[in-house]
């Protein structure tokens, strides 16, 4: 099993090498980086590339562990054995039809080698990845209620995400392998967006894109735009028929971009780009 990239993912080098490395360990995939750069997708892509099922776990803010190995329904079974005539009571009697599996169970009992993603595992509670640390080293947990021991046919490929909006413990970082995507250099965005609009105008992509990391590297942005926000601009520049001269700042007029609000995406910001621009103009 290796990856080598895909059709809809720009997947650079160290990528590539990160992904190989985590199936060569057999441990999850900690995926790290920006918002819009390609975290989540790449789980579904490798997956895709791999010939592999993906089951997924989308973390918030009140999601615990335990829902993701299992949930038991009591009160359903308190309800059935209120009504009796359920299956003449029999539903009742077996614990197992009360047992709600959570995705890891999904993944441990599946008949053929799937993929897992755990998205935005740094949304949780600090005690979340902790809860975790046996389920994913020795892929095994225990259900108290059935008394029975629930361990991986095959070693799921898991892949989890975070934005760094917490640290996570070091007991929990010491069994992954860990990758940080790096925002893309102007090549690798260049072939990003080629994946997205193949037929795009090679002039406007490059003025889009000379604007759009003018945009980045302002100094003081509260919140930089990513591959997600360009791809969003250009689609935007495309539909609305936006001229190439609006984007172009040629000598007399430097001005605000276009539907900067796919960009930008608080009002400080904007106000900071627009000081700047004034300021250029008045410097010429
Ligand atoms: N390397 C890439 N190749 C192709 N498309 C990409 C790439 N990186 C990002 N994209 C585009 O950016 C969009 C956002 O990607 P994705 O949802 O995976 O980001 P994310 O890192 O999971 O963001 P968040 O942290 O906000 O969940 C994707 O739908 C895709 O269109
Ligand atoms: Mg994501």
């Known amino acids: 099993m290796k990856f080598q990239g895909s059709q809809n993912y720009v997947a650079t080098q160290d990528l590539m090498l990160a992904v190989n490395a985590a199936i060569t360990l057999k441990r999850p995939l900690l995926v790290k980086g920006e918002p819009g750069t390609g975290k989540t997708m790449l789980a579904e892509e490798v997956a895709q590339a791999l010939d592999l099922p993906l089951l997924q776990w989308h973390i918030k803010s009140t999601t615990k562990a335990q829902q993701g190995l299992y949930e038991y329904d009591a009160v359903s079974r308190l309800r059935d054995s209120q009504l009796a005539d359920v299956d003449g009571g029999e539903r009742v009697k077996d614990i197992q039809n009360y047992i709600v599996k959570g995705v890891l169970w999904q993944a441990f009992t599946a008949d053929q080698p799937v993929a897992l993603l755990i998205d935005e595992i740094d949304k949780a509670d600090i005690e979340f990845p902790n809860d975790l640390l046996r389920e994913i080293d020795r892929m095994e947990f225990y259900c ?4 029975e021991l ?6 799921p490929l898991v892949f989890i ?3 760094n909006e917490k640290e996570l413990p070091d007991a929990f970082l010491r069994r992954c392998f860990f ?4 925002f893309p250099d102007a ?3 260049k072939q990003i967006v080629d994946v997205h609009f193949p037929n ?3 002039e406007l992509l490059t003025a889009a894109m000379k604007t759009f990391y003018d945009v980045r590297n302002l100094p003081g942005l509260k919140k930089k735009p990513s591959t997600s926000e360009l791809l969003d601009w250009l689609k935007l520049l495309v539909a609305e028929d936006i001229p190439l001269e609006a984007l172009q700042s040629a000598d007399t007029k430097v001005s605000v971009p276009p539907l900067v609000g796919a960009l930008l995406k608080n009002e400080q910001d904007v106000t900071l780009f627009e000081k700047l621009v004034f300021m250029n103009q008045r410097n010429r």
């Not at 990758?179 to 790096?182: E, G, L, N, T």
């Open 144 to 147: 108290y209620e059935t008394r």
């Open 150 to 155: 629930v361990r991986a046919k095959h070693r």
């Open 161 to 163: 995400t975070s934005n």
């Open 179 to 182: 990758h940080y995507i790096r």
């Open 187 to 189: 090549e690798t965005m």
């Open 200 to 202: 795009l105008k090679k």
